[in-house]
């Protein structure tokens, strides 16, 4: 029997591979990216790369496994914006996945900085976590990589400024402190968006360092371009990177975060909030904490794909790595 089922139906006929379960997606002959390739020559626009690594993750592990079910997912895709913009001129590098050795991102933080920090000048990185500790090593080669003039824009449930959490500098109740420190970064260079959950210790970090706190609560009252003028108030002539931890998505839509409390932004707020930022200097994007084993229907996987293709058509439409900047 041909391992492909005809299915005749009212419209044609259409093909079934056997060996799809009910809970996955046939990717079968479709390229991953949504088929967005690397130039011919010279440096890509957007260059990926994934870290594996769930050993942060106090909760729930599971995220190690996000950067490989990303790209299969990826597959599924156009490169066509949600207000139907195509961007298929953009190039995509997929460097696939960094090599890790045994122990926490403490070990790792130096040779997967470096990694990053080797993405070609005009090129934006995309990092793939893992858990959030993937953004201390991301922060520290775009700091490097930008000379300094670098804003960060973190979107999380979570602060993730504790100087130590559950015994561990190296938690990702830690992955910004640890970015900052290691990194040299000023923190009123950070904006945090769409926080529901914190430790005493992050509020009084947050308040005696001068980082801008959006909560969540605030974010859901927030609409036209109050987020973009927010951090356009202050970045002048710096970039903007991006660290989205899916759990800043409230468990009803990504019920594949590990967040205990219900609260968070909804996918529309998180699209509506990225589009806000075109006219922003883009650095680049690392996206944390998708746990496809915990992900049923990959519906948190889903979500943090729309919003990275949504964020690689901005580099052709409206915003690159190369604008000025809104001040």
Request: proline share 6%.
């Amino acid at each position: 029997m041909d391992p492909d089922l005809d299915c005749g139906t009212g419209r044609g006929h259409f093909r079934v591979s056997q060996g799809v379960s009910d809970q996955d997606f046939d990717t079968a002959g479709l390229k991953p990216w949504g088929g967005l390739m690397p130039p011919a020559a010279g440096a890509p626009d957007v260059r990926i790369l994934g870290v594996p690594m769930d050993r942060g993750s106090l909760y729930r592990p599971g995220a190690a496994k996000a950067p490989a079910a990303l790209r299969k997912l990826s597959a599924i895709f156009a490169p066509v914006t949600e207000h139907a913009e195509l961007f298929d001129t953009v190039t995509v590098q997929d460097d696939g996945d960094l090599t890790l050795i045994d122990g926490d991102m403490g070990v790792n933080v130096d040779a997967v900085a470096k990694a990053i920090e080797k993405t070609p000048a005009g090129t934006l990185p995309i990092v793939l976590g893992g858990d959030h500790t993937t953004a201390s090593p991301t922060l520290i080669a775009q700091q490097r990589r930008l000379n300094g003039r670098l804003s960060i824009l973190y979107i999380d449930a979570h602060p993730d400024l504790n100087d130590s959490s559950r015994h561990s500098r190296w938690s990702n109740g830690c992955a910004l402190r640890r970015g900052l420190e290691m990194g040299q970064i000023d923190p009123r260079k950070v904006t945090l968006l769409g926080c529901r959950d914190y430790d005493w210790e992050e509020v009084q970090f947050i308040r005696k360092m001068g980082i801008t706190l959006v909560t969540a609560a605030t974010a859901h009252r927030w609409t036209g371009s109050q987020l973009a003028d927010e951090i356009g108030s202050r970045i002048g002539g710096d970039a903007l990177h991006i660290s989205l931890d899916i759990d800043s998505l409230d468990p009803s839509i990504a019920p594949g975060t590990g967040v205990p409390s219900a609260g968070g932004l909804t996918s529309r707020e998180l699209l509506d909030f990225l589009r806000q930022l075109r006219g922003v200097r883009l650095a680049g994007l690392d996206v944390d904490e998708v746990a496809p084993p915990l992900d049923v229907g990959h519906v948190t996987s889903l979500a943090a794909l729309k919003f990275i293709f949504e964020y690689i058509g901005m580099v052709k439409l409206g915003t690159t790595s190369g604008s000025t900047g809104r001040a």
